[in-house]
């Protein structure tokens, strides 16, 4: 993925998004301001960053009370949010695609996983947590049908590879990938390849040596 859209950096783009799940917290607990360097600490960054990725959006209301909480979240929204919600299918619904659909389909986003995909004649057909699960050879006709515009690909990794052109041909403009196999698709198709066993073994990696570095202190 590029670092830039539309001028504002990817991994601010990931922040405004953890940014509005706190303050979304605050709201229902009754809080109205929050100050920069407390949304920072609750983050693990510093204000100067949060008040830099706010400017970045045009917002730099910092009163004396903070920021007001209902303001940021509906401003934050405008940024992120497309104006009407966006359909999302699951390819491969196995323990990793339900678990992936229940956690989205419960956090009220604009985002909305409307469709799923497997070959396992056990799953075709049913309504699997309200969502159809139909063949994934009739993919891009209900993609199409549909209106999808991102897929998740949470199938096993080894059929991976294989979705990349139906997935190209159905004409959806984004894809975020759970599988260990990195998916390459062309320009104009925004990818996320997020393996959870790199991700798993990067953590690992530096418990370990952080343990090394304190046993040798």
């Known amino acids: 993925m590029g670092t830039l859209t539309n001028g504002i950096p990817e991994k601010t783009i990931e922040r405004l998004s953890e940014y509005r799940r706190t303050l979304l917290s605050c709201h229902k607990q009754g809080i ?43 401003y934050i929204g405008k940024i992120l949010d497309s104006s ?26 604009n985002l909305k996983i409307t469709a ?20 994934m050879d009739s993919f891009e006709e209900i993609a199409e049908e549909r209106d999808i515009s991102i897929v998740i690909v949470s199938s096993p990794t080894k059929v991976a590879p294989q979705l ?33 066993t790199t991700l798993l073994e990067k953590v690992a990696y530096f418990v370990k040596e952080a343990e090394e570095s304190s046993n040798n202190g």
Not at 44 to 59: E, N
């Open 84 to 109: 009407s919600p966006m359909n999302i299918a699951v390819l491969g619904m196995g323990h990793l695609g339900q678990a992936i659909t229940k956690y989205f389909n419960g956090k009220g986003l």
């Open 164 to 196: 990349v052109l139906p997935i190209i041909n159905a004409g959806i403009r984004g894809v975020l990938n759970f599988t260990s196999t990195p998916l390459n698709f062309p320009q104009g198709i925004v990818v996320e390849n997020y393996d959870i």
């Open 32 to 74: 109205t301001h929050i100050f920069s360097h407390v949304l920072a600490g609750i983050h693990g960054i510093t204000a100067v960053q949060v008040r830099r990725d706010l400017m970045l959006i045009g917002f730099s209301s910092d009163t004396k009370k903070g920021y007001d909480v209902q303001v940021l979240i509906e």
């Open 116 to 135: 799923a995909f497997d070959v396992d004649p056990e799953k075709v057909g049913k309504t699997i947590d309200g969502i159809p699960c139909y063949h």
